[in-house]
């Protein structure tokens, strides 16, 4: 576990690929719980030590995700959330070349529970939510593309539905319509920068994630534009 931020009120961990936020279904130790081990670790807590989940990001998604340390910090970060001024940035790589270099996708989307997997609908169907992201091409190899991408609005795999329905599935989503798996069983998505008015102290936070260690990824980011 990779700790890139910290204060009194907040911590902001690099997920790796693979690991969950929260507990689900599979019974698998959450990153939640692994921090909270960590923070009694660190300074010595006795008893149960708070650790509160703002937000999420993918099983197979790797990145930046915001943890609370204190109560306070965790309704006031919701409270951000809620209003949208949390500012995140992710990074993508696929395999085809999006149409334009750059642009907007706005797409209504629906999340069937069933399958656990979000669908690009008509905007009258029921249920369905809106969702809207920039993305701009910033790198690209021989065979891939890197996508930066800001997110707009926050919906369950938006950026996988979104990307693939541009014709764009992310390397290694097999899930939205990737040829292959990725070795590490992730996909080339990553919650890179995230940046916000701290809730508390009214400082700027600006983080962003490293570069994961991967020759592709590598490989891409040495040719950014």
């Known amino acids: 576990m990779e700790v890139v931020y910290e204060d009194n009120h ?13 507990g689900d279904r ?6 939640v719980e692994t921090l909270k081990q960590w923070i009694k670790i660190k300074y010595n807590k ?13 099983r197979p998604t790797c990145g930046l995700v915001v943890f609370a340390r204190t109560s306070k910090g965790l309704s006031r970060m919701n409270d ?8 995140k940035t992710y990074w993508a790589i696929v ?14 989307l629906l999340s069937v529970e069933k399958n656990n997997k979000t669908h690009v609908v008509d905007a009258k169907t029921p249920g369905a939510q809106r969702a809207e992201l920039n993305y701009r091409v ?40 990737a040829p292959r798996s990725n070795p590490d069983g992730g996909i080339s998505l990553q919650s890179h920068r995230i940046h916000f008015v701290h809730p508390v102290s009214k400082l700027n936070v600006d983080v962003t994630a490293p570069v994961p ?7 891409l980011s040495i040719a950014i534009k």
């Open 10 to 22: 907040l911590i902001i961990v690099n997920k790796a690929c693979g690991e969950i936020v929260q």
């Open 26 to 31: 599979t019974g698998d130790e959450p990153l």
């Open 46 to 58: 006795p008893g149960n030590v708070f650790c509160g989940v703002t937000h999420r990001i993918d």
């Open 80 to 87: 951000l959330f809620r209003r949208g001024e949390v500012h």
């Open 95 to 108: 395999k085809n070349r999006p149409p334009k270099e750059c642009g907007t996708l706005v797409n209504y």
């Open 138 to 177: 910033i790198a690209q190899s021989d065979n891939y593309y890197l996508l930066e991408i800001e997110l707009l609005t926050g919906r369950k795999h938006q950026i996988r539905a979104q990307l693939a329905h541009m014709g764009c599935p992310i390397k290694g989503d097999l899930k939205y319509g």
């Open 213 to 219: 260690d991967d020759t592709l990824w590598q490989a």
